[in-house]
């Protein structure tokens, strides 16, 4: 329907149209209407998923929602499709558009150094800005991509990647990126490599993470029983959860309180001696990604050790992994770990 065709139904007095990209209209008024559990939202919801630079009010959208996508994603109840980011970003997406196309809205012009994509209708709009190459990545597929698979990858600084539908794959690259796959099977691709700290929201469960070209999920065990970190077999992935415990509420990574009964996860990989953390999970419940936090301990993977030669004082002290130490035959100090540890020492007085 032309914007014609619904400024005529509305002289008839059927429903009200809105401009979203007028010189009046706010955008930030925008994605907090769409963000609302009422007609109002529902309304500026289907604008949003619709890619409408209007909305009809007084129009029955709940006929068109028998499928639950025009929902808000519930974090408590897992029911829902449309997140606040997807919602936010798509906004500023569609307003970007409308000033490209020629539009009013001040904020759309103001957008700098983003570039959105929009795989499904293969859409790109650029607004880097010249000679400076610091862009961030707004990047959409599409319920249109149900039956396939869809690869979405990030630049190098903070990208928000989007699967939609879909058994998605989502790399955000070096930067701190958000990644949201969806409905479907998706696959978070994280590197030990990568400079940032990923957040990453998977609104089914449905999905697993990829560290540096190998899937950690499986079961994690704690180390002793009041731990809230849990340990990969081999010792090299951790998870933490937050707060404390595995049935409180959890917290974000600036604090903001999630929805009780689900968790944030944090994502460690070993590297050398020190622990780096790749990701951030939201909203985890269950098993959700694969990831079997047990209440059984375990060991990690036995670290070995050979101490000095014959000319060395060495001085070592485990922590959190068993440990097998060989030391050499000068005098010696060895503090063991909490875990059944393997010791050979020398001939001297150790």
């Not at 997807?86 to 906004?91: P, Q």
């Not at 983003?114 to 790109?124: G, I």
């Not at 989502?170 to 030990?192: A, F, I, P, R, W």
């Not at 929201?201 to 065990?221: C, F, N, P, Q, T």
């Amino acid at each position: 329907m032309s914007m014609q065709m619904l400024t005529d139904e509305r002289t008839q007095g059927k429903f009200d149209v809105f401009n979203l990209n007028s010189q009046g209209s706010d955008l930030e008024g925008t994605i907090s209407t769409a963000m609302t559990d009422s007609d109002k939202g529902l309304a500026y919801r289907y604008a949003i998923l619709r890619g409408n630079p209007f909305v009809i009010l007084g129009a029955d959208y709940h006929a068109l929602n028998d499928g639950g996508q025009l929902d808000l994603y519930d974090a408590a109840t897992g029911q829902g499709t449309l997140t606040q980011g997807w919602l936010k970003d798509r906004a500023r997406f569609l307003a970007a558009q409308s000033s490209r196309n020629g539009g009013t809205n001040d904020a759309a012009r103001r957008e700098r150094d983003v570039v959105f994509v929009d795989l499904p209708s293969n859409e790109e709009i650029n607004t880097r800005v010249p000679g400076i190459d610091t862009a961030r990545y707004v990047i959409f597929g599409g319920e249109e991509n149900n039956q396939g698979a869809s690869t979405l990858k990030g630049g190098d600084f903070e990208d928000h990647l989007y699967g939609e539908g879909g058994a998605d794959t989502l790399q955000g690259g070096s930067g701190s990126d958000h990644l949201e796959g969806g409905q479907g099977h998706d696959t978070y691709v994280l590197s030990s490599q990568d400079s940032g700290v990923d957040t990453i929201v998977d609104v089914d469960g449905d999905g697993h993470l990829e560290v540096d070209g190998s899937a950690i999920s499986g079961v994690y065990k704690r180390h002793h029983s009041q731990s809230t970190s849990y340990y990969s077999a081999d010792g090299r992935t951790r998870i933490d959860v937050s707060p404390s415990g595995v049935h409180t509420q959890s917290q974000g990574p600036g604090g903001q309180a999630g929805a009780a009964g689900r968790h944030t996860l944090g994502v460690y990989r070993l590297d050398g001696t020190q622990w780096r953390q790749l990701a951030h999970v939201l909203d985890w419940k269950g098993q959700g990604l694969g990831l079997q936090l047990s209440d059984e301990l375990g060991e990690p993977e036995r670290h070995v050790v050979t101490l000095g030669g014959d000319r060395y004082y060495d001085t070592f002290e485990a922590a959190d992994r068993p440990v097998q130490i060989s030391t050499g035959d000068k005098r010696d100090y060895v503090n063991g770990s909490a875990f059944s540890d393997h010791i050979s020492l020398g001939e001297s007085h150790d």
